[in-house]
T-cell receptor, first 113, second 120 residues
Framework: DGGITQSPKYLFRKEGQNVTLSCEQN?????MYWYRQDPGQGLRLIYY???????QKGDIAEGYSVSREKKESFPLTVTSAQKNPTAFYLC????????????FGDGTRLSIL | AQTVTQSQPEMSVQEAETVTLSCTYD???????LFWYKQPPSRQMILVIR??????QNATENRFSVNFQKAAKSFSLKISDSQLGDAAMYFC?????????????????FGTGTLLAVQP
């Protein structure tokens, strides 16, 4: 079955450390997205990519970086510059036309050690 | 900039009863899409229903239906015959139509969510 796979499910970061969250999709979707979810808040967009080798900053991109070298993959790096990284991170993808909805992965919970 | 507001942080409904979740949004655009997503305790985001702004007819998906009031910028979700499995966080989301940006963009703007409890 096609879908979006996020790994790991749980991740712990030490102070000053960069960590990378994986997101892979086999839906042949053009666009991919990273969201951050904090308690009591909706999802906030970190980065998105509409095509390979191109990506755009979302609303809260500071302290994060991404790459889109393959259509299927859109990894997110949480850098040491992100001072409050503890959150639930969701990756999504969609066909980038019309009213096509975004399909989401199961998420990664990132915590600070 | 567009905003989405869900004014009910929590709601409760008896099993088999009907409940309505509210959502309002602010936009100056005339063409856009609206979505309701469900997030159960597993944290997976599941699409419940979608509505195109140019369609006057309210969308329905089985027990789920919407009341889309474009002039009032309101997009409420009605769940009929509520089931225990409907207990979840529900998010309303807005997306601009691609032509508003001169190209394709599928950026979603989410509300803060409504936590729905279903009582047996």
């Amino acid at each position: 079955d096609g879908g979006i796979t996020q790994s790991p499910k749980y991740l712990f970061r030490k102070e000053g450390q960069n960590v990378t969250l994986s997101c892979e999709q086999n839906l042949n979707h053009d666009a991919m997205y990273w969201y951050r979810q904090d308690p009591g808040q909706g999802l906030r967009l970190i980065y998105y990519s509409q095509i390979v080798n191109d990506f755009q900053k979302g609303d809260i991109a500071e302290g994060y970086s991404v790459s889109r070298e393959k259509k299927e993959s859109f990894p997110l790096t949480v850098t040491s510059a992100q001072k409050n990284p503890t959150a639930f991170y969701l990756c999504a993808s969609s066909k980038d036309r019309g009213n096509q909805p975004q399909h989401f992965g199961d998420g990664t919970r990132l915590s600070i050690l | 900039a567009q905003t989405v507001t869900q004014s009910q942080p929590e709601m409760s409904v008896q099993e088999a009863e009907t409940v309505t979740l509210s959502c309002t949004y602010d936009t100056s655009e005339s063409d856009y899409y609206l979505f309701w997503y469900k997030q159960p305790p597993s944290r997976q985001m599941i699409l419940v229903i979608r509505q195109e702004a140019y369609k006057q007819q309210n969308a329905t998906e089985n027990r789920f239906s919407v009341n889309f009031q474009k002039a009032a910028k309101s997009f409420s979700l009605k769940i009929s015959d509520s089931q225990l499995g409907d207990a979840a966080m529900y998010f309303c989301a807005y997306r601009s139509a691609p032509w508003n940006y001169g190209g394709a963009t599928n950026k979603l703007i989410f509300g803060t969510g409504t936590l729905l409890a279903v009582q047996p």
